[in-house]
């Protein structure tokens, strides 16, 4: 089945650990975006990546990296930089096609 | 800037009422535009999308929009909810070449049985 994989569905970090979180596609869709959900605040845009190799900063970037080796995985790194890093983080391709989404908390 | 507003934070209905969720954007060239729903506890679910052709648009689960370009409005719409819409439901516009999506703040709807 085609689609979009988040890992993993849930992830505890301790404070000032980088943790990675992981998004797989096989829809062969080129553009890639990662959002942050809080509560009452809706998406937010942190990176995404239109083609391989390439990617840009979205509203939110700061204490986040990403980065883009292969077309079908776009991961982010919530670093130690990141001062508020417990939220919910969706993954989508191709513009408007969402992963199921990893709930982070920092303990 | 671009943005996009839902007017209703929280609604609350009774089953079989009928529903009417607002959202208008600003941004004066072409756009699609989208509408998804969060199922307490599960992720972002499409409900259907606008890119061009017929403003009337039909989704999943009885669900409709329409897409007026005059208002920048593309409400959703549904004539009798169940128990079973109770989610959040999130408006979403995409404008330009780079299919980044602006989001409204979403709309809880609770469907009382």
């Known amino acids: 089945d085609g689609g979009i994989t988040q890992s993993p569905k849930y992830l505890f970090r301790k404070e000032g650990q980088n943790v990675t979180l992981s998004c797989e596609q096989n829809l062969n869709h080129d553009a890639m975006y990662w959002y942050r959900q809080d509560p009452g605040q809706g998406l937010r845009l942190i990176y995404y990546s239109q083609i391989v190799n390439d990617f840009q900063k979205g509203d939110i970037a700061e204490g986040y990296s990403v980065s883009r080796e292969k077309k079908e995985s776009f991961p982010l790194t919530v670093t130690s930089a990141q001062k508020n890093p417990t939220a919910f983080y969706l993954c989508?391709?191709?513009?408007?096609?969402f992963g199921s989404g990893t709930r982070l908390t920092v303990v | 800037a671009q943005s996009v507003s839902q007017h209703n934070h929280h609604v609350i209905l009774s089953e079989a009422a009928s529903l009417e969720l607002g959202c208008n954007y600003s941004y004066g060239g072409t756009v699609n535009l989208f509408w998804y729903v969060q199922y307490p506890g599960q992720h972002l679910q499409l409900l259907l999308k606008y890119f061009s052709g017929d403003p009337l648009v039909k989704g999943i689960k009885g669900f409709e929009a329409e897409f007026i370009k005059s208002k920048f409005s593309f409400n959703l719409r549904k004539p009798s909810v169940q128990w079973s819409d109770t989610a959040e439901y999130f408006c979403a516009v995409n404008a330009g070449n780079n299919r980044k999506l602006i989001w409204g703040l979403g709309t809880s709807l609770a469907v009382n049985p």
């Open positions: 989508a391709s191709g513009g408007y096609t």
